[in-house]
């Protein structure tokens, strides 16, 4: 299933993960790389590349995912609570933003 985890328990996380919070990589092409368990809370993902990235086990709490292209993004277990997305934000077949706990935005 494309649906995330949602849940914010510390003990749903893994032990290790790369600390990118709060990153800005706006407008990046960083489609089809491998991002796994990595900690992109408050992230700036704006119109970014990510078609075919591998975000598994990875945060983006209250990340900024508006115009990001999320196209054929592995999302199991990746944490989008509040994470904001516009109408211009593409996602995975069948992948359900507010299901994910996301917000869209203007």
Do not use: C
């Not at 609570?81 to 109408?87: I, K, L, Q, S, T």
């Amino acid at each position: 299933s494309l649906t995330p985890s949602v849940h914010r328990s510390s003990s749903q996380h893994p032990t290790e993960l790369t600390n990118l919070r709060g990153a800005n990589i706006s407008e990046q092409r960083i489609s089809g790389m491998t991002l796994r368990h990595v900690d992109l809370t408050d992230g700036i993902l704006r119109d970014a590349d990510l078609h075919g990235a591998d975000l598994t086990g990875s945060i983006l709490w209250d990340a900024d995912l508006r115009g990001a292209d999320l196209r054929e993004a592995t999302l199991e277990r990746t944490f989008l609570n509040g994470a904001r997305y516009d109408v211009e934000t593409r996602f995975p077949h069948n992948f359900k933003p507010s299901a994910a706990g996301m917000r869209q935005s203007r």
